[in-house]
Every structure is written in C-alpha cells, then in structure tokens.
C-alpha cells in the first residue's frame, strides 16, 4: 500500500508536472496503492472521446480495499468505524474484522434477495453505522448504491427511485434531529407511492425511538431480512463498472446521477489520504458532514477505509447536542488527527462561542489539520479556526462530479503557502484554464469560468447515469476539449484558484448544493402563485440562503401572508427542510430584460445591499425599486 508517493518527485510541482507529462506512468503506479484480482495493463482509455475510461482491463473490489484487505494484513482489531452520536447518547466501534463479517452478511442478505451485481440499491438512511455496512456491502456484492440524503422529501426520493429503478431500498425507522424525530418510513412509503418504478424488497432498520409498520411481502426488519444469510466474499467488478449514483441539482428539478466507477475512485482516494491529508494507516479521520453527501461517500467512508484509517460516524450538529464544544470533545475522545466539514460547521460554533471557552476543556492535541469545503471559506471563519486550534487550516475545493478535490493544499507532499481566500493548486490530473465566454484562456487575475481540461483524472465522474447525451450537454459543450465546472473564478500569478461564485442556477446553502430552478419549478405549482423567482441572499451562517419572490394572480383572494406561509411550506414538503426555504415575498412584477430574461443577480445585489447598476436592457426600470421596498418588509438588506 502506498502510504505516500514513493517516486522520487517530492514538491508539489514535481509530482503535478509528472501527473501532466506522464498520465500513464503517474496512475499507474497510484493504482499499485489498491489490490486488484486482475491489475490494469493501461490507465487510461480515450478510445471513445469525449468518454474516458480509467484502468479498463483492471478487475477489483471497493469493499475488499476499504475492509477485507486490512483484516488479511493483520488489522482486524483496529476500529475501522466509530459510530459517535451525541444525538441519541451513544457510541460504538466496528472493527475491520467486525466489519468484513456486517458487510459479508449484508451481501450475502441482499443476494438471497434477488439483487446481483449491477442491480441498483437505494440506501435512504440516517447517520448510523448500519448505514456504512449497507453501502460498503452493496459494494461487496457489486450492486450500485444511491443514497439519498435523509432530509429530502419524498418527492425527491421518488424521483431517485424513478431514475436509478433501484430492486432494494434500505432504509431505517427513523432519524434524530436535535428539536424532533424524524419518522423515515412514512417518507418512504410515500415515495414509493409516487414512484412508477417499484422495488422489489425494502429492509428497514428499526431505531429505538421510533418502530416503522413494515408493509407485508415487500418490508423486511433488518435483523430478519439478515438471518441466515450467507457471508459473501467480495466480487470481482471491473475497475469502470460503477459503484455508485450520487444525485445532485442542477439547474432544473430533475437532479443528475452523477456516476462513480469503482477502480478510478479507489485509486484516486487512496492516493488523497496521504497526500492531500498527510494522514497514514491506523490514523483518525473524521468528516463531519452526512453520507448523503459526495463528502461523506468520499470522506466519511471509502478514502479512510481503503487508505486503512478509522472513520468517525458523527450523528450530531457542531452546535447544540449538545453544544458548541461538540467537535472537541469528540477530537479528544477518539484522537482524531484530521478533521475535515464545511465553514458553516465553523460559523455555527464560532457564533454560538466567540471565545472558544469550550475549547479549554477538551485536548484536541491529536488534532494536526483542519480542511474545509463545500462552500467557499470565509477568510474570518479561517483565522478564527486557525487562532483557537492552533492548526493550519486548509480550504480545498470540489464537487459531486469529481468526488475529490481539484485543489487544495497537499501538506502530506509539502505544505504550501497559505492564501487567504484561495483552495490552492490543482490536484494532479486537473489542469485548470479560466475561460472567457468565447473560449479563450484568460490572464492571470482575470475572472471567467473554471474549465477542466479532459480528461479528468481518475474518481470524476465518466457521465451521468443512462444519459450519456445529457452529460456532454452539461458539461462538455460549452467549451469543446474541456468540463465545465459550473464555478467561476480567478487564477493568480502563483497558479492559485479563486472560486468566486457559480455560473449557473444553484445556490450554496449550509455546504449544500440547491437548484434555484427546481424551487421556482415547486413554487410555480401553488395556485395563487402566477410568476416567481427563487435568488441566493448572503447569510452569515450559512452562506446563502433561498429567498422566493412571487406575483400573485390578481384574482387571488386570499391574504398575500397566507400565501407566502403555503408557499413555504410547498416548497419544504415537497423539497424536503434541507432546502432551508423560510423566505418569500409577494411583488407585483418580476423585473425581466425586453428579451424576457428575469433579472436575478439584480435582485440578489438589491437584497444582499451590494452595489448594482440598472441593466440597460431592463424593460421597466421601476420595478427594481418596487421590489427594494418589498424586500425591505422582510428585513433585506440585513
Ligand atoms: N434528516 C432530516 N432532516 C434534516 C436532516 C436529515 N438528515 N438534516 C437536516 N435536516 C433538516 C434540519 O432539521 C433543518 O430543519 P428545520 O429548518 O426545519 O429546522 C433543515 O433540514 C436544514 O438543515 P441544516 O441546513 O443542516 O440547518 P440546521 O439549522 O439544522 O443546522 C448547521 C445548521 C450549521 C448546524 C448545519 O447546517 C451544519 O452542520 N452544517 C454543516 C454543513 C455540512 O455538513 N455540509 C455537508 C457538505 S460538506
Ligand atoms: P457539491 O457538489 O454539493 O459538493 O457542491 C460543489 C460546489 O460547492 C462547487 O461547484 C462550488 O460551487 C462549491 N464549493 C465546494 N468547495 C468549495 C470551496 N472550497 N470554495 C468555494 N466553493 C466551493
């Protein structure tokens, strides 16, 4: 197992001019960090652009490099999962060795159940350990896994039910949030009632707090669904088969099924452990965000598992269960050595104490790195951080798509300069160019959108799932030779990345991505509700947040505060609470351009109190201050 990269390259620019000038050489010997049954003769295939395939003639197993092989190499006893839930006052581990037999009996379970390999299998449960043994097992077996992220509604779970036409659903009773619980089943019994496509088997794990009604020939009880099933050992899958569909929103309500192949992804994350996180095996790990998440596939569970490290499972907030003193204490109770989540984690505690008082009652020494992303880090939230743990704290940037960082800071090669602002450098692999709208590569300092030249390296996402023509529209059109990310931003003279905002529809709220367009698709169905339009506002806790703006038809009769709390309360129901929609106000008109195109970065400066210039092609220049005085009414600007 590479613990580092062992060629003789050591800076950073070395081994990110070699990943350039020798894509073969350099990942291939990254894949001689993973066990294959049949190792790859070639990295990368582009005998089908713009498609690329990593390792095509290599077969493996996600779980048997995240579980299996440990054990086999004496590391049975090490924990490999610590399941941390100040939500519900408990904690456990699962070793490797305790592992390898869940995830064997969970394959073994699901074959009995009719599911083979390529088979779909969507996992829509809360943050518990059985929850990791549910995805890593469908790896086991080679069946793809989709998880969906508990605080989705269920019209949202039926759309992914739809596009992936999963043959088992596992799932759970219930989840804990700190004011409720949240009762799972009914959710899903709903979805699979909105859903044309039906799955064969649901399994549901029943929690202590809450027991679900299991609907007879279709519900199986966990442990029961478990009886007697055979432990199964990994199966050989090709290296490009994939091993997951992760969802995530574009521009419309329909979400994208970005793919993730399984030798590629291995690879890649294998080699992030020691590099990018300077953490070895036996080390603590902790990702602080939800397995819904491409963080938490990545992070909380394949990366460390395959690099051999012990994962901390936290069902929890950074505040409130039940304090601002969380984190530390659980870096102090599992000596965790890297902690990684979103800036918003760091608002929330830094808000809730300034001081850091909590700070002084934990021993968070075995902490040596803090990383952020999912949203753009915040220079105060970073010094802050910075000035109370006494460690450097790293901001890195990525996506779904990529499933691991395009830049960051790698410490385990050598700690870069720190700037203020900025993920760092590309990863190896991405070669990044800033684009004008014509194509053409922009200087130094110069905003435009971030492009990734192809192709990508090893874990991106080789299309999305049973639509191939949709990923070339999506991401390879607009600039042909390159993916477009979807972000815009600079390059400055040392080759540091700004990311600055998106170029499309989807705000960033808490860390998580939300399609502007799917809220406006929900919004529009409420009968009173003629036009609207959905804008990202600033908010100090979590970076942005929806605010709708609605016309009503002027026949409406009801109350315009009755309608805004209906249109509320739509948008949650249908969308799920994690769209954390709690703003909206009723204006007489959208303001458009004469071609028809609603001004919403307009609107978006008016209420976030930015500077803003009247567009020249506005076709009336009065509403922009009608709709001024209505955000007014709701408190913006702040
Ligand atoms: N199941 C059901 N509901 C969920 C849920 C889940 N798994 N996760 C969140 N929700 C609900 C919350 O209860 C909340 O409901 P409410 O608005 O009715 O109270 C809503 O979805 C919004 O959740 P969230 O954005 O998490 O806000 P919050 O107020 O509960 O917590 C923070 C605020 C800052 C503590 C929280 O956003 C956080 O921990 N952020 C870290 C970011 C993160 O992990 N990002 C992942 C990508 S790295
Ligand atoms: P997601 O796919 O949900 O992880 O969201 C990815 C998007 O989050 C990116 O395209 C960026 O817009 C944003 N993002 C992620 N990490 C960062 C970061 N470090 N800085 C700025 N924006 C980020």
């Keep these: ?171 759970a009773s219930c989840g804990h949030e700190p004011s409720r619980i949240v009762a799972y089943k009914p959710l899903l019994d ?55 569909i992760l969802y995530t929103s574009g521009t419309t309500g329909q979400p994208k099924g970005v793919v993730r192949d399984n030798g590629g992804h291995a690879v890649a994350l294998q080699w992030s452990i020691p590099n990018i996180y300077d953490v070895k095996p036996g080390d603590v790990y902790w990702a602080a965000s939800d397995i819904g998440w491409v963080v938490g596939h990545s992070y909380i569970v394949y990366a460390p598992l395959i690099a051999g490290c012990s994962t901390v499972l936290f069902e929890g907030k950074p505040i409130g269960t039940p304090d601002a003193g969380v984190f530390w ?97 590309p990863m190896p692999g991405y070669e990044i160019d800033i684009l004008g709208e014509d194509g053409s590569i922009k200087a130094a300092g110069d905003l435009g959108a971030i492009a990734v030249k192809l192709p990508l390296p090893p874990s991106c996402l080789p299309t999305i799932w049973r639509a191939d023509a949709a990923f070339i529209e999506k991401y390879l059109t607009t600039f042909p030779g390159y993916y477009e990310t979807g972000d815009a931003g600079y390059k400055d003279e040392d080759g540091y990345l700004y990311i600055m905002a998106r170029t499309d529809d989807v705000i960033n709220v808490a860390g998580h991505r939300l399609s ?40 409406c009769v009801k109350p315009v505060d009755e309608v805004c709390a209906e249109a509320i309360d739509l948008v949650k129901g249908r969308v799920g609470r994690v769209s954390a929609f709690n703003l909206v106000v009723a204006i007489d008109r959208l303001p458009k351009t004469r071609s028809g195109k609603v001004l919403r970065g307009t609107m978006a400066k008016i209420a976030d109190g930015e500077e803003w210039a009247m567009p020249a092609t506005i076709d009336d220049p009065v509403i922009l201050d009608e709709i001024a005085a209505a955000l007014k009414t709701i408190g913006y600007p702040k």
Aim: some cysteine; charged content about 20%.
């Design 329 to 425: 204490r659980v870096i102090q109770d599992h000596d965790v050595k890297v902690l990684f989540t979103a800036p918003t984690a760091f608002r929330a505690i830094k808000r809730a104490d300034p001081d850091a008082e909590f700070l002084v009652k934990y021993d968070t020494s075995s902490l040596t790195h803090l990383f952020l992303a999912g949203e753009r880090a915040d220079p105060d939230t970073i010094l802050w951080a910075q000035d109370k743990l006494k460690v450097p704290v790293i901001d890195h940037w990525w996506q779904t798509e990529t499933g691991w960082s395009i830049c960051a800071n790698p410490v385990g090669i050598e700690m870069l300069p720190v700037k203020l602002g900025s993920p760092s450098v």
């Design 516 to 555: 502007t367009g799917q809220l406006e698709e929900v919004l529009a169905e409420h009968p009173d509700v003629a036009e609207c339009a959905v804008i990202g506002v600033a908010d100090e806790l979590k970076g942005q947040l929806p605010l709708g703006l609605i016309c009503l038809y002027p026949n």
């Design 190 to 244: 709903e979805a699979i009632e909105l859903s044309s496509h039906k799955p064969h088997s649901c399994v549901i794990y029943q929690r202590e707090a809450l027991a679900a009604d299991l609907v007879e020939g279709r519900d199986l009880e966990w442990h029961a669904a478990h009886e007697g099933a055979p432990a199964l050992d990994p199966v050989p899958v090709k290296a490009t088969d994939p091993l997951y």
């Design 1 to 171: 197992m590479i613990l580092r990269d062992q060629t003789s390259m050591t800076t950073y620019s070395d081994l990110y001019a070699k990943a350039q000038s020798d894509i073969e050489g350099f990942w291939m010997e990254a894949a001689s960090g993973i066990d294959w049954y049949k190792a790859p003769t070639q990295a990368l295939d582009s005998s089908k652009p713009p498609f690329h395939r990593w390792f095509p003639d290599g077969e493996m197993n996600t779980c048997h490099n995240a579980v299996d092989r440990h054990v086999a190499a004496g590391r049975g006893d090490q924990r490999a999962v610590i399941y941390d839930s100040p939500i519900t006052g408990t904690s456990s581990t699962l070793t490797f060795a305790e592992l390898q037999e869940a995830t064997a009996r969970f394959a073994g379970m699901l074959q009995r159940l009719g599911v083979a390999a390529g088979d779909r299998v969507i996992i829509y449960m809360p943050m518990i350990p059985e929850a990791v043994v549910a995805m890593l097992g469908c790896a086991r077996l080679g069946a793809v896994h989709s998880v969906v992220f508990g605080g989705f509604a269920a019209a949202e779970l039926a759309k992914r039910i739809d596009d992936a036409t999963p043959k088992a659903i596992i799932s």
